[in-house]
């Protein structure tokens, strides 16, 4: 299959899943997951009409950045304090805020270049210890905190699905993760702007749909297995 055709069916798979579910989003952003794929393979996506990128080490996307002027790019990855300089005014929108101390660094630097960075809190649903994100038990308290930081704008949650044996093993924990959003929606908190739920790749997504994700983040089923 060319990168259209595997484009093709991931939202032909994102259609059916909407279809199937009433908790399923009405539009889902299709991210294009672009880690240690080539610019070549990224042009034939963008030319298949992805908009948005994500890539999960920011140096990766630094060095891919100005290849694609149009893309919208999304770092999906854990991001380290000491790396947040580079990419402000770069990222549409960072899906791994985890820490206190990363927002605090969001916030300064996006206050020094005059702008909002827009991110959405990694949550560790699966209590992975292997994960990082925050704990659900911890998650309001965080959004309260987030009051305190007005160069940062939270937009939604994130999760990465547990390793398990069967995809469908994985949908209680997307629930749950919808449950905690729309939890906090409906708190309507004025320093927040609670949209997006990220959570599904190229195992999971179809159930992630069905479950309320509105960005799904694929990789391996558009571009091939990575080397
Ligand atoms: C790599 C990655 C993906 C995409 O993984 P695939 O299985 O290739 O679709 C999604 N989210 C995050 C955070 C990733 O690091």
């Known amino acids: 299959m060319t990168i259209a055709e595997s484009i093709e069916t991931v939202k032909e798979n994102i259609a059916r899943a909407q279809a199937a579910s009433q908790f399923a989003a009405p539009s889902v952003l299709l991210l294009g997951v672009t880690k240690t794929?080539?610019?070549?393979?990224?042009?034939?996506?963008?030319?298949?009409?992805?908009?948005?990128?994500g890539e999960n080490r920011v140096?990766?996307?630094?060095?891919?950045?100005?290849?694609?002027?149009?893309?919208?790019?999304h770092l999906i990855?854990?991001?380290?304090?000491?790396?947040?300089?580079?990419?402000?005014?770069?990222?549409?929108?960072?899906?791994?805020?985890?820490?206190?101390?990363?927002?605090?660094?969001i916030e300064k630097r996006s206050?020094?270049?005059?702008?909002?960075?827009?991110?959405?809190?990694?949550?560790?649903?699966?209590e992975e210890?292997?994960?990082?994100?925050?704990?659900?038990?911890?998650?309001?308290?965080?959004?309260?905190?987030?009051?305190?930081y007005p160069h940062l704008r939270?937009?939604?949650?994130?999760?990465?699905?547990?390793?398990?044996?069967?995809?469908?093993?994985?949908?209680?924990?997307?629930?749950?993760?919808?449950?905690?959003?729309?939890?906090?929606?409906q708190k309507a908190l004025p320093h927040l702007d609670l949209r997006y739920l990220s959570m599904g790749m190229s195992y999971d997504y179809p159930i992630a749909v069905e479950e309320g994700a509105n960005i799904v983040r694929v990789g391996s089923s558009i571009f091939g297995a990575r080397y």
């Open 37 to 53: 794929q080539t610019i070549e393979k990224m042009r034939q996506a963008e030319a298949a009409g992805i908009t948005d990128f």
């Open 77 to 105: 990855g854990h991001l380290q304090t000491n790396k947040v300089k580079y990419i402000i005014g770069k990222t549409v929108l960072i899906h791994s805020l985890d820490s206190i101390a990363l927002a605090q660094e």
């Open 111 to 126: 206050a020094a270049a005059d702008l909002v960075t827009n991110a959405l809190v990694q949550i560790n649903i699966a």
């Open 154 to 185: 939270i937009q939604g949650l994130m999760t990465i699905g547990p390793h398990v044996e069967a995809p469908e093993e994985i949908r209680p924990v997307f629930a749950e993760l919808r449950k905690l959003f729309e939890r906090e929606k």
């Open 129 to 148: 210890e292997t994960k990082s994100g925050i704990h659900e038990e911890e998650l309001a308290d965080f959004l309260q905190a987030m009051a305190d």
């Open 59 to 73: 140096q990766e996307m630094m060095s891919k950045y100005d290849e694609f002027p149009q893309i919208n790019w």
